[in-house]
């Protein structure tokens, strides 16, 4: 199991060391995956015969008080790993995206620059990767956090030498940095209240321990849910990955967008526990900001006619749907929380399929735009149909996790609903923009140039869209939920799942129907509303330049000039003291008790008689 860790690691180390070509650093991180996939397949056989495998490591330790509760005397951090069904499960699908998208990209990036770098931090990314999945010490897991992020952060703005690039790519490091930065804050908050970071040992004490209060855990579980969020790009926290969308390599783009989803919901689930003895009241309000998310993030896709950041909302939103699926059946039946987590491992390949097939057909008809795109279908079969494909599995997955346990009939069910109509409107829309109509672009005058990728290319999209579907069907059947998690689960009610897949199949109808009637019409209207979209949130930014960041620049300007004059003031100061007192030291110390005293005198010979009147 620490081999999974180590050979990530060890690729990253050759490819910043030795490895400057393009092919040798590909086939390098190639390597590196498909090792790693192996040894995820050699700790899944393992556990065929114990349900899970713990090793620890202690880092380091030592004493910060002598007296006191026993966890508050000494602070230490374990390389504490851990490795279940779920975990390998997890490992899996990161390490499947991980290889599509590098498999991807090593046919049709060839024109981005730094191919070593750009390989060397995808290595380290699924180091991170591999390092949240198994880590069971909080203070560990945000470690290989941090390291995801940042890995993160170096591929979406991968493409250095473009200022548009540069420039989106400052969202993808504030936003969130700032997320990350209160998770750290929830796992300080626990840490304070209860010594410990091992996530068994914070549940086993979590109403046990001194001092501590429903108020404290609830603050501490927001803190944390706020983080998750933050990496799961639900909205309005999905600026990230949909101002890169087009500006990011698309397979840095796809592969973030993917991993991220499976680690921020894993971690979400075993860290549901801690949410589940705050209060009832915290839970449901945790599922309605899922669900509000889930219903925001496709309907904020359907303004505009960027593809790819609509593809990106559709995943945002399938992504919400999942989380919302693990906060709320956790209220009533813990068990059956794992639903969400297990449609997660089908979005999370299908998202990255749909990714590369639609960058693919963007880069082959030269445009971003979908009322330009056109015959996709006919020119580039292949790409179109695994665009397909993907759409229909992630919204597919979006019924799955709500075949289990969450009630049509309820609140938060009738607005999952409508999330997931919007989902299968959405995503298909971009299929039929992309695939029916004629060719707007100029290169419909060259049709010979719009044509399919290479052949090598051409499979990854379907690998991925196909482990989307078996992830997909794994769901549908309680023994993989029982593997999953090893508890008992009952099956999903035929009736249940009829339900959620006629919400589907009718949004897939309603689309079909009105771009089949005017397809230009309806591409119309979605981009008046991009536009509008735009303008509204062009005021949003000019509104906060002026009253925020206006003010702050210029008081800094301001202090710019302030300090370095009282820094100057304060050392012509230091220096006068000083030499005076270096004045003093030499005159004899009989000589200067006379001149004090004398000078005392005076001032009290002026002060006294005022005082006295």
């Given at each position: 199991?620490?081999?999974?860790?180590?050979?990530?690691?060890?690729?990253?180390l050759?490819?910043?060391?030795?490895?400057?070509?393009?092919?040798?650093?590909?086939?390098?991180?190639?390597?590196?995956?498909?090792?790693?996939?192996?040894?995820?397949?050699?700790?899944?056989?393992?556990?065929?015969?114990?349900?899970?495998?713990?090793?620890?490591?202690?880092?380091?330790d030592?004493?910060?008080?002598?007296?006191?509760?026993l966890?508050?005397?000494?602070?230490?951090?374990?390389?504490?790993?851990?490795?279940?069904?779920?975990?390998?499960?997890?490992?899996?699908?990161?390490?499947?995206?991980?290889?599509?998208?590098?498999?991807?990209?090593?046919?049709?990036?060839r024109?981005?620059?730094?191919?070593?770098?750009?390989?060397?931090?995808?290595?380290?990314?699924?180091?991170?990767?591999?390092?949240v999945?198994?880590?069971?010490?909080?203070?560990?897991?945000?470690g290989f956090?941090?390291?995801?992020?940042?890995?993160?952060?170096?591929?979406?703005?991968?493409?250095?030498?473009?200022?548009?690039?540069?420039?989106?790519?400052?969202?993808?490091?504030?936003?969130?940095?700032?997320?990350?930065?209160?998770?750290?804050?929830?796992?300080?908050?626990?840490?304070s209240?209860?010594?410990?970071?091992?996530?068994?040992?914070?549940?086993?004490i979590?109403?046990?321990?001194?001092?501590?209060?429903?108020?404290?855990?609830?603050?501490?579980?927001v803190?944390?849910?706020?983080?998750?969020?933050?990496?799961?790009?639900?909205?309005?926290?999905?600026?990230w990955?949909?101002?890169?969308?087009?500006?990011?390599?698309?397979?840095?783009?796809?592969?973030?967008?993917?991993?991220?989803?499976?680690?921020?919901i894993?971690?979400?689930f075993?860290?549901?526990?801690?949410?589940?003895?705050?209060?009832?009241?915290?839970?449901?309000?945790?599922?309605?900001?899922?669900?509000?998310?889930?219903?925001?993030?496709?309907?904020?896709?359907?303004?505009?006619?960027e593809?790819?950041?609509?593809?990106?909302?559709?995943?945002?939103?399938?992504?919400?749907?999942?989380?919302?699926?693990?906060?709320?059946?956790?209220?009533?039946?813990?068990?059956?929380?794992?639903?969400?987590?297990?449609?997660?491992?089908?979005?999370?390949?299908?998202?990255?399929?749909?990714?590369?097939?639609?960058?693919?057909?963007?880069?082959?008809?030269?445009?971003?735009?979908?009322?330009?795109?056109?015959?996709?279908?006919?020119?580039?079969?292949?790409?179109?149909?695994?665009?397909?494909?993907?759409?229909?599995?992630?919204?597919?997955?979006?019924?799955?996790?709500?075949?289990?346990?969450?009630?049509?009939?309820?609140?938060?069910?009738?607005?999952?609903?409508?999330?997931?109509?919007?989902?299968?409107?959405?995503?298909?829309?971009?299929f039929?923009?992309?695939?029916?109509?004629?060719?707007?672009?100029?290169?419909?005058?060259?049709?010979?140039r719009?044509?399919?990728?290479?052949?090598?290319?051409?499979?990854?999209?379907?690998?991925?869209?196909?482990?989307?579907?078996?992830?997909?069907v794994?769901?549908?059947?309680?023994?993989?939920?029982?593997?999953?998690?090893?508890?008992?689960?009952p099956?999903?009610?035929?009736?249940?799942?009829?339900?959620?897949?006629?919400?589907?199949?009718a949004?897939?109808?309603?689309?079909?129907?009105?771009?089949?009637?005017?397809?230009?019409?309806?591409?119309?209207?979605?981009?008046?509303?991009?536009?509008?979209?735009?303008?509204?949130?062009?005021?949003?930014?000019?509104?906060?330049?002026?009253?925020f960041?206006?003010?702050?620049?210029?008081?800094?300007?301001?202090?710019?000039?302030?300090?370095?004059?009282?820094?100057?003031?304060?050392?012509?100061?230091?220096?006068?003291?000083?030499?005076?007192?270096?004045?003093?030291?030499?005159?004899?110390?009989v000589?200067?008790?006379?001149?004090?005293?004398?000078?005392?005198?005076?001032?009290?010979?002026?002060?006294g008689?005022?005082?006295?009147?």
């Amino acid at each position: 199991m620490p081999f999974v860790l180590l050979v990530p690691l060890v690729s990253f180390l050759l490819a910043v060391s030795s490895i400057r070509t393009r092919r040798s650093a590909s086939a390098m991180a190639m390597f590196g995956t498909v090792v790693t996939a192996a040894l995820t397949l050699l700790v899944a056989w393992g556990l065929t015969r114990k349900p899970t495998f713990s090793v620890t490591y202690h880092y380091f330790d030592m004493s910060v008080a002598f007296s006191g509760p026993l966890n508050f005397q000494s602070f230490g951090i374990s390389l504490a790993m851990q490795a279940d069904h779920l975990t390998v499960a997890a490992l899996i699908a990161v390490e499947l995206c991980v290889l599509a998208a590098l498999g991807w990209h090593r046919f049709l990036g060839r024109s981005e620059p730094g191919a070593a770098r750009f390989h060397a931090v995808v290595t380290l990314l699924l180091f991170g990767a591999a390092g949240v999945l198994l880590s069971t010490d909080l203070a560990e897991l945000f470690g290989f956090w941090a390291i995801a992020g940042a890995m993160t952060y170096l591929l979406l703005e991968h493409r250095w030498g473009i200022d548009v690039a540069a420039t989106r790519a400052r969202v993808a490091l504030a936003l969130p940095f700032l997320t990350d930065l209160t998770l750290l804050c929830g796992i300080a908050w626990f840490y304070s209240r209860y010594g410990t970071q091992s996530i068994s040992t914070l549940i086993s004490i979590l109403h046990t321990n001194p001092g501590w209060t429903v108020r404290s855990i609830v603050l501490g579980c927001v803190l944390l849910f706020i983080g998750l969020t933050g990496r799961l790009a639900l909205w309005p926290l999905s600026a990230w990955i949909t101002q890169t969308s087009t500006t990011a390599p698309p397979a840095a783009v796809a592969l973030v967008q993917a991993v991220w989803s499976v680690l921020a919901i894993v971690v979400l689930f075993r860290l549901m526990p801690l949410f589940g003895g705050s209060s009832q009241q915290l839970l449901q309000v945790l599922a309605v900001v899922c669900a509000a998310s889930a219903i925001a993030a496709p309907l904020w896709g359907l303004l505009g006619n960027e593809p790819r950041r609509t593809i990106s909302l559709v995943g945002a939103g399938a992504s919400a749907i999942c989380a919302a699926v693990v906060i709320d059946v956790y209220r009533g039946n813990p068990a059956a929380a794992i639903a969400g987590v297990a449609a997660m491992l089908a979005i999370a390949p299908a998202r990255a399929g749909a990714m590369l097939a639609l960058s693919s057909i963007a880069a082959a008809m030269r445009t971003d735009d979908l009322a330009d795109m056109g015959d996709a279908l006919g020119r580039m079969r292949a790409s179109s149909v695994a665009l397909l494909f993907s759409i229909v599995v992630i919204a597919l997955a979006g019924c799955t996790a709500l075949a289990y346990g969450v009630s049509s009939r309820s609140r938060v069910g009738l607005v999952l609903g409508e999330g997931v109509l919007l989902i299968a409107i959405c995503g298909l829309r971009v299929f039929l923009g992309a695939s029916l109509g004629p060719l707007r672009r100029r290169r419909a005058f060259e049709p010979d140039r719009v044509r399919e990728a290479p052949s090598e290319s051409i499979g990854y999209p379907y690998w991925l869209a196909l482990g989307g579907a078996a992830f997909l069907v794994g769901s549908l059947i309680t023994g993989w939920l029982t593997f999953l998690d090893g508890k008992q689960h009952p099956a999903a009610g035929f009736g249940a799942l009829a339900i959620w897949a006629a919400v589907v199949i009718a949004g897939f109808l309603a689309t079909t129907y009105v771009f089949v009637r005017g397809k230009d019409g309806a591409l119309a209207a979605s981009a008046a509303a991009g536009v509008l979209l735009g303008r509204a949130t062009g005021f949003a930014y000019a509104v906060f330049e002026r009253f925020f960041v206006a003010p702050m620049v210029d008081i800094a300007d301001r202090l710019d000039g302030w300090i370095p004059e009282g820094d100057s003031a304060l050392g012509r100061f230091t220096t006068t003291a000083g030499q005076l007192a270096l004045a003093a030291a030499r005159v004899p110390a009989v000589a200067l008790v006379v001149v004090f005293a004398v000078v005392l005198a005076v001032l009290f010979a002026l002060i006294g008689p005022g005082v006295i009147r």
